[in-house]
């Protein structure tokens, strides 16, 4: 299982915001940095803690670095948000 290091992930080390277009499948990871994501369009599975979430337009999901998550989305496009426990 792979673990993803805000500082990889979030260039200043506290908050990135993007706008993304996506088609892929990200295996089971977690991560030291929260995360948000709004789905626009597309279709999918989010795969949170073993439960499985359909991916749709209006899903939001939130993950926490306690979460193990694996992502199956097709073309999507959606807003995805990353920061640190360290600014809240």
């Known amino acids: 299982m792979n673990r993803y290091s805000k500082n990889k992930f979030i260039e200043n080390g506290y ?3 993007l706008k993304k277009q996506e088609n892929t499948f990200v295996d089971t990871h977690f991560h030291d940095f929260f995360e948000l994501e709004y789905i626009i369009s597309g279709s999918g599975t989010y ?3 073993g439960k499985d979430y ?3 337009a209006g899903s939001l999901f939130f993950l926490t670095p306690l979460n193990y998550h694996c992502v199956d989305i097709k073309d999507a496009e ?9 600014i809240c």
């Open 15 to 17: 908050l990135s915001a």
């Open 47 to 49: 795969t949170v803690d």
């Open 54 to 56: 359909p991916i749709e």
């Open 78 to 86: 959606l807003y995805n948000v990353m920061f640190s426990g360290d």
